[in-house]
């Protein structure tokens, strides 16, 4: 069975504070999805990584993908309280088109 | 834009009485998935369709079903619905997985509670 074991599962900080959410598992994926989700709403997808090693930025996150795709992380700079929300990392492998959801990490931004 | 939809956003529905949760998409996508999420955790996939084709998970209990009459529209019913069924129920989409389709599209969500 493939798990995503993601850490910390709570995060509360300061605005202006960096942080580091982590993703990972014993089991290769074909890639990997990070979703921000609000409260009260479905997840909004924010990033996908395929290519091992793979680093994207989006804005202030910057988001990557460990070398043998069983990893990923998502580093927020300067975070703001519009970042606060339930972060959640899905990883995608074989043909069924399946997700395996992380647990998820909450974060609280405090002004 | 194109978009997942889900009516309704909020369902109250009473213990043991049938309730529908509808979702609808403009985005033309073969497979359509249903989740249970409850507080902080993360979605539970109940099932899902590849067009036609339904797959159910091994431990979605049969309290659960689901109609996919077309590409556009596919629904939840919960036929006797206990306590523990309350929660929030999303519907995504996303494509053939020969088109790139890891990639997943949630609507907003249906807040299900069962008094």
């Known amino acids: 069975t493939q798990l995503l074991e993601q850490s910390p599962q709570f995060l509360s900080i300061q605005e202006g504070e960096n942080l580091t959410v982590y993703c990972n598992s014993s089991?290769?994926?074909?890639?990997l999805q990070w979703y921000r989700q609000e409260p009260g709403e479905g997840p909004v997808l924010l990033v996908t990584?395929?290519?091992?090693?793979e680093v994207k930025k989006l804005k202030r996150l910057t988001f990557q993908f460990g070398d043998a795709r069983k990893d990923s992380s998502l580093h927020i700079t300067a975070a703001q309280t519009g970042d606060t929300g339930l972060y959640l990392c899905?990883?995608?492998?074989?043909?069924?088109?399946?997700?395996?959801f992380g647990q998820g990490t909450t974060l609280q931004v405090k002004p | 834009d194109a978009m997942v939809i889900q009516n309704p956003r909020y369902q109250v529905t009473q213990f043991g009485k049938p309730v529908t949760l509808s979702c609808s998409q403009t985005?033309?996508?073969?497979?359509m998935y249903w989740y249970q999420q409850k507080s902080s955790q993360a979605p539970k996939l109940l099932f899902h369709?590849?067009?036609?084709?339904?797959?159910n998970e091994a431990d979605t209990p049969d309290n659960f079903q689901s109609r996919r009459p077309n590409t556009s529209f596919c629904f939840l019913d919960i036929r006797s619905p206990g306590l523990g069924d309350a929660a929030m129920y999303l519907c995504?989409?996303?494509?053939?997985?020969?088109?790139?389709?890891?990639?997943?599209?949630f609507g907003p969500g249906t807040r299900l509670t069962v008094t």
């Open positions: 995504a989409t996303s494509r053939d997985l020969l088109q790139g389709g890891y990639e997943q599209y």
């Open positions: 089991s290769v994926f074909s890639s």
């Open positions: 990584v395929v290519t091992g090693g």
């Open positions: 899905a990883g995608g492998s074989g043909n069924t088109g399946k997700l395996i």
């Open positions: 985005l033309n996508h073969n497979v």
């Open positions: 369709y590849y067009d036609k084709d339904f797959n």
